[in-house]
């Protein structure tokens, strides 16, 4: 299963805390080091910002935590979030589907809840 698509460990919604606006465990704080890079940050674009450049359509919706900067997620054609990680080397971000509460560290492939 790729990563990205996880649902989320029972576990990980016990512990919370506040780091800007994410609740993350403490799992993921020790193991984690890049939540300080976290910056209250609203989506800059109605949807993925390159996807809307070309025309393209995205399946998913993730948030990068450190700029705002949304891109598709790796079930879409442009994988634009994950390029935009390797584009930035910016390492947290957040699913932003409606139902989804969940964030993600491509360096330490580690999931968290947000608020
Ligand atoms: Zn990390
Ligand atoms: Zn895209
Ligand atoms: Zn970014």
Redesign the pocket.
Same mark, same amino acid.
Request: proline share 6%; aromatic share 6%.
């Given at each position: 299963m790729r990563p990205l698509d996880w649902a989320i460990p029972p576990g990980l919604k016990e512990a919370a805390n506040p780091i800007a606006s994410c609740r993350i465990s403490g799992l993921m704080a020790k193991r984690c080091s890049h939540f300080k890079l976290i910056q209250k940050v609203s989506p800059n674009t109605n949807g %993925?910002e390159?996807?809307l450049k070309t025309g393209?359509r995205?399946v998913h919706l993730r948030m990068c935590l450190i700029c705002g900067h949304v891109? %598709?997620c790796d079930s879409?054609k442009?994988?634009?979030a994950t390029k935009h990680f390797h584009a930035t080397q910016h390492p947290v971000m957040r699913s932003i589907e409606p139902a989804d509460d969940w964030g993600w560290c491509y360096v330490d492939e580690l999931q968290f809840d947000v608020a």
């Amino acid at each position: 299963m790729r990563p990205l698509d996880w649902a989320i460990p029972p576990g990980l919604k016990e512990a919370a805390n506040p780091i800007a606006s994410c609740r993350i465990s403490g799992l993921m704080a020790k193991r984690c080091s890049h939540f300080k890079l976290i910056q209250k940050v609203s989506p800059n674009t109605n949807g %993925c910002e390159e996807c809307l450049k070309t025309g393209d359509r995205w399946v998913h919706l993730r948030m990068c935590l450190i700029c705002g900067h949304v891109g %598709c997620c790796d079930s879409s054609k442009g994988k634009h979030a994950t390029k935009h990680f390797h584009a930035t080397q910016h390492p947290v971000m957040r699913s932003i589907e409606p139902a989804d509460d969940w964030g993600w560290c491509y360096v330490d492939e580690l999931q968290f809840d947000v608020a």
